[in-house]
T-cell receptor, first 114, second 113 residues
C-alpha cells in the first residue's frame, strides 16, 4: 500500500487566492482526518469524516475553510480566501474504525501564503 | 481541559548515548497513549501504542513507559543513532467514545556525531 497520499507537497500562493489540498486515504480505511501543524500550536484536528460523512468540524478555524469527501478514496480541504496566517503544514490521516493501530498520516502539504 | 505536556522541548545528544523524553497528560477519561516519530518534512509515524493496562512497550531501541496513576509517560531511546534526529510527539486518546486525540507539541531531538 502506498499509504496516505497528499498533494501537492508544497504550495505557495498569494493572499486572497483559493487553495485546495488533496488527500487519498489508505484503501479500506473508513475514517479520514485533516490536521494543521504549526510551531506554536503543534498538531490540531480540523475535521474528520467517517464513511465519507463529516462528523466533527469544530476545529475548522472559520468559514474560509471547507472540506469535502465525495467518495471513500478522495478528500479535499479548501481555503478561500487564503491569508498569511493560514501558512502551516496540513496533514491528512486515515484509520480503520478509528483504531490506533494502523492510524496513518500522509507526508503533508506545506502551505505558504504570501 | 485535555492537555498533553512534553519535556524537554528540545535536546541535543551524542551518537551512541541514551535519552529519555517525558510526557504528562491531564486527559480524562483515558483510552490509549501513543508516541509518534516525525522526521523533518514527513508525517508522524507511530512508534508505540499503550492502553491503560500496559506499562511498558518496546519497538527496537525505543521503549515507552506508562504510569496511568500519575498520568505520565516516557520514551527512552537507547544507543541513539543519527537517524533518531526527529520530533517525538506524545498523543493521548480521550476515552469518551469519540476517541479524540490530544497532542503534545513534541520533543525535538538532535543526535550529533
Amino acid at each position: 500500500d502506498a499509504g496516505v497520499i497528499q498533494s501537492p507537497r508544497h504550495e505557495v500562493t498569494e493572499m486572497g487566492q483559493e487553495v485546495t489540498l488533496r488527500c487519498k486515504p489508505i484503501s479500506g480505511h473508513d475514517y479520514l482526518f485533516w490536521y494543521r501543524q504549526t510551531m506554536m500550536r503543534g498538531l490540531e484536528l480540523l475535521i474528520y469524516f467517517n464513511n465519507n460523512v463529516p462528523i466533527d468540524d469544530s476545529g475548522m478555524p472559520e468559514d474560509r475553510f471547507s472540506a469535502k469527501m465525495p467518495n471513500a478514496s478522495f478528500s479535499t480541504l479548501k481555503i478561500q480566501p487564503s491569508e498569511p496566517r493560514d501558512s502551516a503544514v496540513y496533514f491528512c490521516a486515515s484509520s480503520f474504525n478509528n483504531l490506533p493501530y494502523g492510524y496513518t498520516f500522509g507526508s503533508g502539504t506545506r502551505l505558504t501564503v504570501v | 481541559k485535555n492537555q498533553v505536556e512534553q519535556s524537554p522541548q528540545s535536546l541535543i545528544i551524542l551518537e551512541g548515548k541514551n535519552c529519555t523524553l517525558q510526557c504528562n497528560y491531564t486527559v480524562s477519561p483515558f483510552s490509549n497513549l501513543r508516541w509518534y516519530k516525525q522526521d523533518t518534512g514527513r508525517g508522524p509515524v507511530s512508534l508505540t501504542i499503550m492502553t491503560f493496562s500496559e506499562n511498558t512497550k518496546s519497538n527496537g531501541r525505543y521503549t515507552a513507559t506508562l504510569d496511568a496513576d500519575t498520568k505520565q509517560s516516557s520514551l527512552h531511546i537507547t544507543a541513539s543513532q543519527l537517524s533518531d534526529s526527529a520530533s517525538y510527539i506524545c498523543v493521548v486518546s480521550v476515552g469518551d467514545g469519540n476517541n479524540r486525540l490530544a497532542f503534545g507539541k513534541g520533543n525535538q531531538v538532535v543526535v550529533i556525531p
